[in-house]
């Protein structure tokens, strides 16, 4: 499977519009939109349709700039999947997720992060290969130490650590675009705006 992975498009239509070139280029089979589609809600128009336009299948979380009914609204106008709280399987591959951050509009306490990634996990936890989706990075990593604003989150990291999916994209800092370091076996990437390719 080949995924595209970004996050922090904060409204840039144009952004959007590359990425999807950009999966179609690469014929990938899933793009994964790691939050902060707007900002600060505002700017949804032409964020998701460009990669719909393209055939391509979408699954994305809130970040820390949209509410989760923005994020559903978005998933329900162009069916594609919230993936907050939930799971999915393609193929042998089993994707979980939890929006939001410790800060800004859309925020979760550590307790909620851990419980929504269980409640996703627990759907897919027999899956060959698993990919946790979050928007917020976890604490004690290198992203972390890049920012004085964007604590880390401690639910997202007991997660990592309880689950120990292949695979965390993440985005926020983005002072950590393509930064890839491991917690136990777990690869944990900070996917950034301009958009990481993933083969599994």
């Known amino acids: 499977m080949k995924i595209l992975a970004s996050g922090d498009i904060h409204g840039d239509r144009d952004l959007a519009q590359r990425l999807a070139e950009k999966a179609e280029k690469e014929k990938v089979d899933l793009v994964v939109?790691?939050?902060d589609l707007t900002y600060a809600e505002q700017s949804t128009d032409n964020i998701i349709g460009p990669f719909v336009k393209k055939k391509k299948k979408v699954i994305l979380i809130p970040g820390n700039h949209e509410t989760v009914a923005t994020a559903d609204?978005?998933?329900?106008?162009?069916g594609?999947?919230?993936?907050h709280g939930y799971s999915i399987k393609v193929g042998d591959v089993g994707l979980f997720g939890a929006g939001g951050a410790n800060i800004g509009l859309f925020?979760?306490?550590?307790?909620?992060?851990?419980?929504?990634?269980?409640?996703g996990h627990d759907k897919i936890k027999n899956s060959k290969k698993q990919i946790m989706i979050t928007h917020v990075h976890p604490t004690g990593t290198k992203m972390e130490k890049l920012t004085?604003?964007?604590?880390?989150?401690?639910?997202?990291?007991?997660?990592?650590?309880?689950?120990?999916?292949?695979?965390?994209?993440?985005?926020?800092?983005?002072?950590?675009?393509?930064?890839?370091?491991?917690?136990?076996?777990?690869?944990?990437?900070?996917?950034?705006?301009?958009?990481?390719?993933?083969?599994?």
């Open 107 to 119: 925020q979760l306490n550590e307790d909620e992060f851990y419980k929504l990634l269980k409640k």
């Open 33 to 35: 939109l790691c939050g």
């Open 80 to 83: 594609v999947t919230n993936l």
């Open 148 to 200: 004085t604003v964007f604590p880390g989150s401690k639910g997202v990291e007991k997660a990592v650590r309880a689950f120990k999916p292949d695979i965390l994209l993440c985005s926020h800092v983005h002072e950590a675009e393509g930064i890839e370091e491991k917690i136990g076996k777990t690869k944990v990437i900070n996917v950034g705006r301009e958009g990481k390719i993933i083969e599994i």
């Open 73 to 78: 609204f978005l998933a329900d106008l162009y």
